[in-house]
């Protein structure tokens, strides 16, 4: 306690205490307050009020003794905070249950809403009111061992930190910082209302709930704006709120400074504004907002301004219509309105507040003073009812501060229960010592404080976590104009710490300038489903663009940041917000293109077929006898098989139909070249004999055509029996990045198809250059010209399917391979047989034998 004492000694002498070491006594050479109310005690309690807005300004000449100075603009909520507290104390009092024996006093002064006149009012109230004590209490224990108060942040912190050097605890109701929770710091600092800590998070959980996620923050500056808004920021961190912009509302300088955050207030596409504030600087910034006739905002306010009557005038209502606030849970005080009612200035001579308070309220002159006007200020009797006053002082509906000032009292009242309720030997202290009550120490009723745990008279239960914080609760409060034009604070809601959770009632809320609805803050509209967000360079995560989702991905709810990928064999469909199964596409006999292919393929089956009966009913033509019919017929049979096969080639996919489509393509054609190329020889070698009489065409003979047909035909289906053994041709699906899924025919052995393909290349190449020989043979049945250019069609057919075959997607690879079977047919059938069915049909006078030996 040495250390203590010795700090507690220097701060008497600091506020002009003497005591002089000869002497008995102890002398205060300056009164540091005398706005205050004092009530004597056996245990004195202290309280701070700002029951004036605006303090004195400071003397700053140093040449005499400064006068007292009056601190101007009263409050009405802060002297009903005040006697408040007088209440509590005189029901505690006559509690016959609560401190028998021990009557409270109290000491409450005006901090003028300043944190140098806060302090001067702390230190005067635990110096006492008497100038002169004995030496034995000097420098020990102060007059008022326990404060009430601050009500801002800055002011607790200024005397928290003064004071809590020698453990005189400081129970606040309404400072909310919550740096004061650092006990390490603070010491002494304890509260009955929540950290901002708390607040923050009701009103990050709030912003998140109504998705505002484009908001401007603003902060006094002081503690208590500074962080709340840190706290709030943190709160925010990792969700999609951004801060729009961020203003600090000054202390001086307002005409320049008050102008400028308004320009950029009304300029931002914000809508929702958050404000950590007191009521003062808040008033300086809506006078200003006022002026500009903005009303398209919705404020979000803090407890300290929220309820304020200097921010409910008529100028500044307008402009609030629909503010949410986040406020202190109001509570019930019995019997508060009558007593709040029954303050008359007679019967409280030693207040001086009480003739301002009335004289303020009833807009009269209490003084009978001659040289004030009676028009100007008519004379009050001091017997004027207050009864029919409806004020923020008379209001008891909203009691918050008031309530918490309520709390604190019976807070301290309780640990004086436990100091009388201790028993010798089982006390906290060192030896289980219990504390003298009559000689009350600081620190012990600061033990005790901080281990009370009771239920007030309005039956809420108050006790204090290991941080000295209480339970932290809110009410949602709203600002809607009665019928009569005055501000009503309307409770919509609630929130709670303990399970978090956020009630809010949407259909009682009006909102920021008379609207019905939820306004609308956000830096870009949420994506709708089927695009992603993409951030906006420089900008917070808030602004973004829209793009929509790429092919193949999806994003089937509202603000979405990514796109999600279509599960195999689904893709997304045209809007991009779900996944459907890919089509499988096939070259069908339903579609115009399988139809088309089709009708060509049965058209040149007909056509064959046509030629074929022409040329059965004209077997005995010397046409039809020179051109080898056997031949002839073998020809139309095997071009009838490739125009067949080409059917095999639509439809859907099977191991059957793919085997098939591909081998009856080989074989077929090397069978009609096989033939073609037959004819060529014969007639080549039938011109081509040097000797006249030479036997060399019996090695030329029908048997012998045949042999060669068959043997030509046989490698073709060596080739094939070998592809379908080793890796046959199977159905397979190819999905890619597409919406389909591709069903087709894979070769499977890529040297199989080839040297099915080369085989036939070959075939067609030796029987172009053994036509191209024979093509001015004399004589008019020579087709050799007509071979030529049915080689040659088939050729370039031939040619160019192969890179239309690889640059062809899908189905149409298969109708690009129909195509070449078709088109090369047809050239084959067009070029050979259409001469040969025009002269038997057409020009029978050319189908004789002398017209055929003419040359």
């Known amino acids: 306690m040495g250390v203590r004492n010795l700090l507690w000694l220097w701060v008497l002498m600091d506020v002009g205490v003497i005591c002089g070491l000869a002497e008995s006594t102890c002398r205060l050479l300056e009164t540091l307050n005398s706005q205050s109310v004092y009530k004597e005690g056996d245990v004195i309690i202290g309280g701070l009020f700002p029951v004036h807005l605006q303090p004195p300004e400071p003397n700053l000449d140093f040449t005499q003794r400064a006068a007292p100075l009056q601190c101007q603009n009263f409050e009405f909520r802060a002297y009903r905070w005040l006697q408040g ?79 809590g050097g020698f453990g005189i605890p400081l129970v606040s109701y309404a400072a909310t910082c919550a740096c004061l929770g650092d006990r390490q710091m603070y010491p002494t600092f304890l509260r009955t209302v929540p950290s901002d800590a708390f607040k923050a998070r009701a009103i990050a959980h709030m912003l998140r709930l109504f998705g505002w996620t484009w908001v401007g923050v ?43 955050i308004v320009e950029t207030l009304k300029h931002s596409t914000a809508k929702i504004i958050v404000t950590f504030a007191i009521s003062t600087d808040m008033n300086a910034l809506l006078m200003e907002v006022g002026r500009q006739n903005m009303t398209d905002k919705q404020w979000i306010a803090s407890e300290l301004w929220s309820t304020s009557s200097i921010n409910s005038s008529p100028k500044i209502l307008p402009l609030l219509h629909g503010t949410i606030a986040v406020d202190l849970r109001k509570g019930n005080i019995r019997g508060l309105r009558s007593f709040l009612t029954g303050v008359r200035p007679k019967d409280l001579p030693s207040d001086p507040f009480v003739q301002e308070f009335w004289e303020t309220i009833f807009g009269c002159s209490l003084k009978n003073d001659p040289t004030i006007s009676l028009s100007v200020r008519p004379q009050c009797t001091g017997s004027e009812n207050l009864d029919n006053v409806v004020n923020i002082y008379t209001d008891v509906s909203q009691l918050r501060a008031t309530y918490n000032v309520y709390k604190a009292v019976y807070a301290i009242a309780q640990a004086i229960q436990n100091m009388l309720s201790c028993q010798p030997g089982d006390g906290p202290f060192e030896n289980g010592a219990c504390p003298d009550v009559t000689s009350l120490q600081p620190w012990q009723i600061l033990h005790y404080l901080r281990a009370v745990n009771f239920t007030t008279p309005a039956g809420e239960v108050t006790h204090y976590d290991e941080n000295g914080e209480p339970r932290a609760s809110f009410d949602i409060i709203n600002w809607q104009v009665g019928a009569q034009g005055t501000v009503e604070f309307v409770t919509v809601g609630q929130f709670d710490s303990g399970d978090r959770k956020f009630d809010i009632d949407e259909k009682r809320v009006i909102w920021g300038g008379g609207q019905n609805e939820v306004p609308v803050s956000v830096c870009s509209i949420p994506c709708p489903p089927g695009t992603r967000k993409a951030v906006q360079k420089g900008k917070p995560i808030c602004c973004f663009d829209c ?29 991009r917000t779900t996944c459907i199964p890919k089509e499988v596409e096939f070259l069908s006999f339903q579609e115009t293109m399988g139809i088309i292919l089709a009708a060509l393929s049965v058209s040149g089956v007909a056509l064959t077929g046509c030629v074929i009966t022409t040329f059965f009913f004209h077997r005995d033509t010397p046409l039809v006898r020179a051109n080898n019919a056997e031949l002839s017929f073998m020809l139309l049979l095997s071009l009838s098989l490739c125009f067949l096969c080409a059917l095999a080639f639509i439809g859907r996919p099977t191991p059957w139909s793919c ?49 060669a047909i068959s043997l030509c035909t046989s490698v073709q289906v060596l080739i094939c029996v070998l592809w379908l053994v080793l890796s046959p041709p199977i159905p397979a699906e190819i999905q890619g990045q597409s919406a389909k899924i591709i069903l087709e025919c894979d070769v499977g052995s890529v040297a199989g198809f080839a040297c099915v393909l080369g085989y036939i290349g070959l075939l067609a190449a030796i029987c172009f250059l053994l036509a191209f020989l024979a093509r001015k043979l004399p004589d008019n049945f020579n087709e050799a010209k007509l071979i030529t250019f049915s080689m040659l069609i088939f050729g370039a057919v031939w040619i160019t399917f192969i890179p239309a075959y690889i640059s062809s997607p899908g189905k149409y690879t298969v109708a690009v391979e129909i195509f070449a079977i078709l088109a090369s047919s047809y050239g084959l059938l067009l070029c050979i047989f259409v001469p040969k069915c025009h002269i038997i049909l057409l020009r029978p006078d050319k189908n004789t034998k002398k017209r055929m030996m003419a040359k």
């Open 659 to 707: 085997m098939l489509r591909h081998t009856l393509f080989g074989i077929s054609f090397v069978l009609c070249i096989s033939c073609v190329l037959s004819r060529t020889v014969v007639v080549l070698v039938a011109f081509r004999a040097s000797v006249p009489g030479s036997n060399i065409m019996r090695y030329f003979g029908p048997v012998q055509q045949r042999l």
């Open 85 to 163: 507290m007088i209440f509590a104390v005189e029901e505690i009092n006559r509690n016959p249950q609560l401190l028998p024996n021990l009557t409270l006093g109290y000491a409450l002064a005006d901090t003028c809403l300043a944190e140098r006149t806060v302090l001067s009012a702390a230190l005067g109230l635990v110096t006492g009111k008497d100038s002169v004590v004995t030496s034995s209490r000097c420098g020990r224990t102060p007059e008022v061992p326990v404060i009430v108060g601050d009500v801002r942040s800055s002011g607790s912190i200024v005397v928290a930190r003064t004071l």
């Open 218 to 260: 603003m902060m006094g500056d002081d503690d208590y704006g500074k962080s709340g808004i840190q706290h709030l920021l943190k709160e925010l961190q990792n969700s999609e709120v951004c801060v729009a912009f961020s203003e600090v509302i000054p202390k001086v300088n307002l005409e320049k400074s008050i102008p400028r």
């Open 547 to 575: 793009l929509p989702c790429a092919e193949g991905e999806i994003s089937n709810t509202t603000g979405s940041t990514e796109c999600q990928k279509c599960p195999d064999r689904f893709w997304s469909n045209a809007a």
